[in-house]
């Protein structure tokens, strides 16, 4: 399974940006999928989450009314819009995925990881 990270990017203050994650791979169940974000020295934290298909969806307090998190599930892609982005957004975001895996009669169920992409907000 891999998890592929795109849209980041430099953006002004007050701007827009929106990051997508594609999974794929081995034959797999999504029970949830997020965001994360990290800046150097510090430790990663949520952003947001969404559950399984048509599930409810979480937020950090500090992006709650900025931030949409969303999902299509024929694409197996999740987005992160970003609006108003302030200069304390900037960060390597991370996509993550709780999945369930199959192969054959096995299954077993991981936490992945993506690549990571930078945003960056300038003031």
């Known amino acids: 399974v891999q998890l592929v990270e795109s849209g980041g990017g430099l953006v002004e203050v007050g701007g827009s940006l929106k990051l997508s994650c594609v999974v794929s791979?081995?034959?797999?169940?999504?029970?949830?999928m997020g965001w994360y974000r990290q800046e150097p020295g510090k430790q990663r934290e949520l952003v947001a989450s969404i559950s399984g298909s048509g599930g409810p969806t979480n937020y950090a307090d500090s992006v709650e009314g900025r931030f949409t998190i969303s999902r299509d599930d024929d694409k197996n892609t999740i987005y992160l819009q970003m609006n108003d982005l302030k200069p304390e957004d900037t960060a390597v975001y991370y996509c993550?995925?709780?999945?369930?895996?199959?192969?054959?009669?096995?299954?077993?169920?991981?936490?992945?990881w993506g690549q990571g992409t930078q945003v960056t907000v300038s003031s």
């Open positions: 791979g081995s034959t797999f169940s999504i029970n949830s």
């Open positions: 993550n995925a709780d999945l369930n895996s199959y192969l054959n009669d096995y299954e077993w169920r991981m936490i992945y």
